[in-house]
């Protein structure tokens, strides 16, 4: 059973280049956070405390990077 609230604690994810990985969360236009890969470090991890969201919030993780050619990344919004 639902009470309609999820949390939101964080995202883990990565690419075939360095990025800059940012989190939006609702209608917000600023991102709540933003992490940067580098080319030895290709990982980004965040972990947070829990924050309480409306179950109908949406939160999209975007990959920003100035690479040459196409780049392939992939990510998972940890929350529950």
């Not at 009470?3 to 994810?13: K, L």
């Not at 360095?18 to 080319?39: D, I, K, L, N």
């Not at 993780?61 to 529950?80: D, M, N, S, V, Y």
């Amino acid at each position: 059973m639902s009470d309609g609230v999820r949390y939101f604690i964080g995202f883990c994810a990565t690419g075939t280049c360095s990025a800059e990985f940012r989190v939006y969360v609702g209608e917000e236009p600023e991102p709540w956070y933003v992490v940067q890969t580098s080319p030895a470090v290709r990982t980004a991890y965040l972990a947070d405390r829990g924050t309480r969201l409306p179950q109908s919030t949406v939160v999209v993780l975007k990959a920003i990077h100035e690479a040459a050619g196409e780049q392939t990344f992939k990510g998972t919004i940890l929350g529950g």
